[in-house]
C-alpha cells in the first residue's frame, strides 16, 4: 500500500505545480486581451472618475506583478474575488453554477464506463460479428462531429421529433427543490422527493449522453482493440486449455489486462468533458458553468474569468489523480513494485 | 476397456488460407497407454502443437481449421461428443503445460488466485479457503518453499522456473489422465529446466499420468519418455520405445534430427539439410487402425 501513498503524493503535489502555472497563464492571458475591465463593467455612461475608482479598487494600476501577489494572498484566503458582472463573490458564483456542470460530467463519464468498457468487451469476444461491426460504427459515430453537434441531432430527435425526453433544463419547472448542495441528485433525495430524482435523471440522459459520445466510441475501441492483443498472449490459450467458461475469461483474464489502457483514455476524456460541457448546456439550456463562463470573458469579468479556469483546471486534475490511483490499484505492476531489498 | 488413454487415428489438418487449403497434419497416427510418457519431436512448423490443440479441442473452434480422423480419449470418440462434452475434459482429465510459463500466468491475477480457478474446474464448489490449502499442498509437492508466500504472489514476482513449477502443479492438480507439454521450459534456464522435468517426471510417475511431451530436444526424450514419436512436415516418420529410436535411428530425418543434436541440454535443432524427398518418404505403414493394433 505504500506505493500507492506514493503514487498520490507524487501525483498531489505535481497538480499543485501545474494549478500554479495554470493560475499564472490564466491571470496574465486575462489581462493581457484589449479592453478596460472597469470601464466595460461600467458602461459607457460611467464618468471617468468613476472608472478610476473602480480601477483602483480593483489594483488595475499596479504592476502585474504584484496583482498577481495580491491574488495569490487572496487565494489563499479562499477568496476569488468579485465578480464584476454578477457583483457578487466569484466563489459563491461557482458554487451556484459548478454542481449542474459537474453532474452533466459525471453522470457523462458514468455512461462512457458503463457502456463504453462492455461494449468493447463484447465487441472482442464476438469481433467480425455483427456486433463488433455495431461498436466500430458508434465509436465512428462519436469521433465523427463535435458533441455539441450530436446534443443538437439527439434533441431534435429524440425531444422534438419523438417527444421521449424533455427538451432542455435540469429539471421540470413543477418541482421546487431546496438547495442544499446545490446538486439536484443530492438534493432531491435530502428532500425525499423520489419523483423529483427520477426527473433530473430523465432531464440529465440526453445531454449527457450527446457529451460522452465520444468517449463512449473511444473507450469501446480501445477496449476492443486492447483484448483482441490480449487474446493472442499464451495466458489466454492457457486459460482456455482449462476450460475456463468463455465468458469468464473475456470478463476476467482477457478484460483487467486491457483495462489500465482504456482507464487513461477515460481519464483523459472524462476531463476534456469539462470543457466540451460548455457547448452541451448551451445547446440543452443547461444552468451550469457554461453561460456564466461565457458571460464573464465576454465581459472581461477578470476575477470570474480566473476563477471559472482556475476550478475547471483542478476538477481536471482531480479526475487524473483519481485515474492514476485506479490505474495503481488495478495493475499490481504498480503496487506491488518491488523495491531493492 | 482398453489401456490407451489417447489414440489418435489418421488425423489430418488443413487450414484455408486465400482460399486455398494449406494441409498441416497428414494421416497422423498417435497412441499412449496410460500412464506412460510419448515423446513427440520434430523441427519447428512440424506440426507438433497443433496436433496437440486438437487433442484438448482448442483447435476446433478455428473457422479456418479443417480436422478428419479419429481421437479417442480413454476409448471414447471425442468426435462423438458434444462442444460441451470436449469442454467439460479440459482441465480435468485432460490438462496442458506451455512453453514459456511466466507469460502463460496471467499478470492481472495472483498465482493463488489462478490456482483457485483450475481447481474449480476439478471441483465448482470448492471455498477459498481449500482451494488455498489444496494449492498449498500441491506447491510443497513440487518442492516449492513457503508455498503461501507464493500463492500471494504475482506471476512477474517470481521467477521463471518458480512459474514453471506453478505449471506443473496447477496442470496436476486435478489429477488428469492425460498432460500434455508443449516445450515446456524451452525459455528456461537449462539446469532449471532438468530440475524441474525430474520433479515432474517424479509427480506424473505417481500419478499414474499419461504424458504426451511435444519437444525438439533430444536430451530431453532420452531422460522422460518411454517412447518416441517423429514428426516430419506433418507426417510421422519414425516410432518406437526410446532406446531403440536413438540408437538405431530408421528414418534419415531421425538420423539428421539425431546428428544435429549431440548436447543433451540443447535448446533446439539446428539446421537440417533440405532432403525433403527422402525425408518424407514414409517408412511404416500407418493405414486406418494400425495404431490400434498393440
Ligand atoms: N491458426 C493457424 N492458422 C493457420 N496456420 C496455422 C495455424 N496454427 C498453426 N499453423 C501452421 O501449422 C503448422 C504447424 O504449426 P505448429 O503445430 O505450431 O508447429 P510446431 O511443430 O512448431 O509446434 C505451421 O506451418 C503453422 O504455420
Ligand atoms: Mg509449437
Known amino acids: 500500500m505504500t506505493s500507492l501513498v506514493r503514487v498520490l503524493l507524487s501525483r498531489l503535489l505535481t497538480s499543485f505545480i501545474v494549478l500554479i502555472g495554470v493560475s499564472m497563464l490564466i491571470f496574465f492571458i486575462a489581462r493581457v486581451i484589449p479592453g478596460d475591465p472597469a470601464r466595460i463593467a461600467l458602461g459607457p455612461n460611467a464618468s471617468p472618475e468613476q472608472v478610476l475608482v473602480l480601477r483602483e479598487a480593483l489594483r488595475l494600476d499596479e504592476s502585474i506583478i504584484v496583482q498577481y501577489g495580491y491574488f495569490i494572498a487572496d487565494l489563499a484566503r479562499g477568496d476569488l474575488g468579485i465578480s464584476l458582472y454578477t457583483n457578487r463573490p466569484v466563489t459563491t458564483d461557482i458554487a451556484q453554477f459548478l454542481p449542474a456542470t459537474l453532474e452533466l460530467v459525471f453522470v457523462a463519464g458514468l455512461m462512457m464506463i458503463f457502456i463504453g468498457l462492455p461494449l468493447g468487451i463484447l465487441a472482442a469476444r464476438y469481433r467480425g460479428r455483427w456486433i463488433d461491426h455495431t461498436v466500430r460504427l458508434i465509436s465512428l459515430l462519436g469521433v465523427s462531429a463535435p458533441s455539441f453537434v450530436w446534443a443538437v441531432i439527439l434533441m431534435m430527435t429524440f425531444a422534438f421529433i419523438l417527444p421521449v425526453f424533455p427538451i432542455a433544463g435540469r429539471i421540470s419547472d413543477s418541482y421546487t427543490i431546496p438547495v442544499a448542495s446545490g446538486f439536484l441528485f443530492i438534493d432531491t433525495l435530502l428532500a425525499g422527493n423520489l419523483r423529483a430524482f427520477a426527473n433530473a435523471g430523465w432531464h440529465i440522459i440526453l445531454p449527457a449522453f450527446a457529451l460522452a459520445l465520444s468517449g463512449i466510441g473511444q473507450a469501446a475501441r480501445l477496449t476492443r482493440a486492447n483484448m483482441v492483443e490480449t487474446y493472442d498472449k499464451p495466458y489466454i490459450e492457457m486459460a482456455r486449455s482449462y476450460g475456463f467458461p468463455e465468458k469468464r475469461i473475456a470478463n476476467r483474464y482477457a478484460f483487467r489486462p486491457s483495462l489500465i489502457p482504456s482507464l487513461t483514455i477515460i481519464g483523459l476524456d472524462f476531463a476534456a468533458m469539462l470543457g466540451n460541457a460548455f457547448l452541451v448546456e448551451a445547446v440543452f439550456a443547461w444552468p451550469g458553468l457554461s453561460r456564466y463562463g461565457v458571460a464573464v470573458i465576454l465581459r472581461k469579468d477578470l476575477n470570474a474569468i480566473v476563477g471559472t479556469v482556475l476550478i475547471i483546471s483542478a476538477a481536471f486534475l482531480i479526475v487524473n489523480i483519481i485515474v492514476d490511483v485506479l490505474i495503481a490499484i488495478i495493475n499490481p505492476r504498480i503496487r506491488h513494485s518491488q523495491r531493492p531489498k | ?294
Open chain 2, 1 to 294: 476397456m482398453t489401456a490407451l488413454v489417447l489414440e489418435i487415428i489418421n488425423l489430418n489438418l488443413s487450414f484455408a488460407r486465400h482460399g486455398e487449403q494449406t494441409a498441416v497434419l497428414h494421416d497422423v497416427c498417435l497412441s499412449i497407454a496410460r500412464g506412460e510418457r510419448v515423446a513427440l519431436v520434430g523441427e519447428s512448423g512440424s506440426g507438433k502443437s497443433v496436433t496437440a490443440r486438437i487433442v484438448l479441442g482448442l483447435l476446433g473452434e478455428l473457422a479456418s481449421a479443417r480436422i478428419t480422423g479419429e481421437i479417442r480419449f480413454e476409448g471414447q470418440d471425442l468426435g462423438a461428443l458434444s462442444p460441451a462434452g470436449r469442454h467439460a475434459l479440459r482441465g480435468t482429465k485432460m490438462s496442458m503445460i506451455f512453453q514459456d510459463p511466466t507469460s502463460s500466468l496471467n499478470p492481472a491475477y495472483t498465482i493463488g488466485a489462478q490456482f483457485h480457478e483450475v481447481l474449480r474446474r476439478g471441483a465448482p464448489k470448492i471455498s477459498a479457503k481449500a482451494a488455498k490449502e489444496r494449492a498449498g499442498a500441491m506447491l510443497a509437492g513440487i518442492s516449492m518453499d513457503q508455498p503461501d508466500r507464493v500463492l500471494g504472489s504475482y506471476p512477474f514476482q517470481l521467477s521463471g522456473g518458480m512459474n514453471q513449477r506453478v505449471m506443473i502443479a496447477m496442470a496436476l492438480a486435478n489429477t488428469p489422465s492425460l498432460l500434455i507439454a508443449d516445450e515446456p521450459g524451452t525459455a528456461l534456464d537449462v539446469t532449471v529446466q532438468a530440475q524441474t522435468l525430474k520433479l515432474m517426471r517424479e509427480l506424473v510417475e505417481d500419478n499414474g499420468t499419461a504424458v504426451l511431451f511435444i519437444t525438439h530436444n533430444i536430451g530431453v526424450v532420452r531422460e522422460f519418455a518411454d517412447r518416441v514419436y517423429v514428426l516430419y512436415r506433418g507426417r510421422i516418420v519414425e516410432k518406437g520405445a526410446t532406446h531403440a529410436v536413438l540408437t538405431d535411428a530408421r528414418h534419415p530425418y531421425t538420423r539428421a534430427l539425431l546428428a544435429a543434436v549431440p548436447r543433451l541440454t540443447g535448446g533446439g535443432i539446428a539446421d537440417i539439410g533440405e532432403e525433403t524427398d527422402v525425408f518424407a518418404a514414409p517408412m511404416f505403414d500407418h493405414g486406418p487402425g494400425a495404431e490400434a493394433r498393440p
